[in-house]
């Protein structure tokens, strides 16, 4: 198997939206994102298939020093192998995947959040950074399209942490800030018994007017000139705020379940968005 080979699997067999906006790239794009993104599946497996947390952290260790080396001119692992015949055409740095990993890093050190300001450099770091890279390889020409990037990261990973709220609790984790729990009296018992009342709807309402009020700040920021360019994150957009919306419809049923959009849903409004251009 090839490395492109490899990360085509990768990218297929992770059942993500992200695969549905690579489709519509050109060829040298589509490997690029494609490779990029086997490396993030990569390293965020490390910490959600965690058994030992200490085994897990060495894994962390040795994908930092296969991104240094990979700079350097060795990489080993097919992913790696993949992407770095890419990475100058795109502007990919090693400073881009050591913050993916810092990221991870910070899923094996801490399980709970304060407040916001302390989720958001979480979402920066697993998500803003993920989209400054995406932006590169779409076609960014414009320095404000970065802005539009890591605020749509950041949209994207809230609407992630609002779908897999029960999911993430049963791994040990929970990623609604503290203080805002506090604010509408749900306890982490509560989360992690599986119990809904009108306290954790209303909560979980807060969550999804925050992730909708960055995805019209995301869109507002991006250029004219950069719209064409940046269409896949945009099917992105498209397609997490219909994931958002019928989570919304759910009335918040995140406990229990994971809801999710069907493939043939998001291959629509993906294909929606290239051909009509409109979210």
Known sequence: MTPQDYVQQKAAASG???YYAFLFLPPP???????FYAFCREVDDVVDDMVDPG?????LQWWRTEAAQAFAGTPSHPAMQALMPLAASFHIEERHLQAVIDGCQMDLNQTRYLDFPGLSRYCHLV???????AAQIFGQTQAQTTAYAHTLGQALQLTNII?????????????LPINELKQFGVTAQEILDGTYSERFTALMRFQAQRAQGLYDQALA??????????KPGLMMASIYRALLCEIELENFAVLHQR????PLRKLWLAWKLQALGRL
């Open 55 to 59: 085994v897990a952290a060495t894994k």
């Open 163 to 175: 779908r897999d709220v029960g999911e993430d609790a049963r791994r040990g984790r929970i990623y």
């Open 127 to 133: 998500a803003g950074e993920v989209g400054e890279v």
């Open 259 to 262: 809801i999710s959009l069907t």
């Open 16 to 18: 993500s939206s992200f």
């Open 221 to 230: 920021l991006l250029p004219a000139a950069d719209r064409r360019a940046q």
């Open 29 to 35: 794009k589509r490997a690029a994102i494609t490779a």
